[in-house]
T-cell receptor, first 116, second 115 residues
Framework: KQEVTQIPAALSVPEGENLVLNCSFT??????LQWFRQDPGKGLTSLLL?????REQTSGRLNASLDKSSGRSTLYIAASQPGDSATYLC???????????????FGKGTKLSVIP | NAGVMQNPRHLVRRRGQEARLRCSPV?????VYWYRQLPEEGLKFMVY????????ESGMPKERFSAEFPKEGPSILRIQQVVRGDSAAYFC?????????????FGQGTRLTVV
């Protein structure tokens, strides 16, 4: 059974700092990994999607890497801003037999606070 | 270019009542997924539907919960005889295809409170 862990559970940094969020998964047989942002009481915004054949994806100040063999992904945020404050979720789509491969397995998230 | 639309955003039901949650996918998307987020927990997969078909309902509780995605109209997640433990945020996602490498887009969620 796939399990996704995100460390730390919460992180507080001063504005302007670069930071790294970590995601680990127990089963390396995945199709892809997706990073989301969730604001309090809101839905999920997709940030980056990394296919299993890819090593990293970049979007603006965000860079996500994937090391499938070790079951790890990192989300790097450069020059953090107060507007980056949110919960960041990592989710993997595993390779299962039958219909199970359509499921995303989520971590519990890292709650980021960027202090002005 | 609307994204995934869910309504209502907030729903309050008394124990024993029925809850109906609606999801309109991104225009052109025919694949819909429902997830539930319990307090202090991660999102858990419930069900995957294509138009008029349930593809994977392995995450659905065996009783009281049902889902549909009719040919016309939104997808509906129905919870009968709600209990306090059903209080959660319910998220709908859609994708253009059901392929494994497809990106999923999520709605704002419906927050169900059972009193």
């Amino acid at each position: 059974k796939q399990e996704v862990t995100q460390i730390p559970a919460a992180l507080s940094v001063p504005e302007g700092e670069n930071l790294v969020l970590n995601c680990s998964f127990t089963d390396s047989a995945i199709y892809n990994l997706q990073w989301f942002r969730q604001d309090p009481g809101k839905g999920l915004t997709s940030l980056l999607l990394i296919q299993s054949s890819q090593r990293e994806q970049t979007s603006g100040r965000l860079n996500a890497s994937l090391d499938k063999s070790s079951g790890r992904s990192t989300l790097y945020i450069a020059a953090s801003q107060p507007g980056d404050s949110a919960t960041y979720l990592c989710a993997v789509r595993g390779i299962y037999s039958g219909a199970g491969s359509y499921q995303l397995t989520f971590g519990k998230g890292t709650k980021l606070s960027v202090i002005p | 270019n609307a994204g995934v639309m869910q309504n209502p955003r907030h729903l309050v039901r008394r124990r024993g009542q029925e809850a109906r949650l609606r999801c309109s996918p991104v225009k052109g998307h025919s694949h819909v997924y429902w997830y539930r987020q319990l307090p202090e927990e991660g999102l858990k997969f419930m069900v995957y539907l294509q138009k008029e078909n349930i593809i994977d309902e392995s995450g659905m509780p065996k009783e009281r919960f049902s889902a549909e995605f009719p040919k016309e109209g939104p997808s509906i997640l129905r919870i009968q005889q709600v209990v306090r433990g059903d209080s959660a945020a319910y998220f709908c996602a859609s994708s253009l295809q059901g392929l494994e490498n497809t990106e999923a887009f999520f709605g704002q969620g419906t927050r169900l409170t059972v009193v």
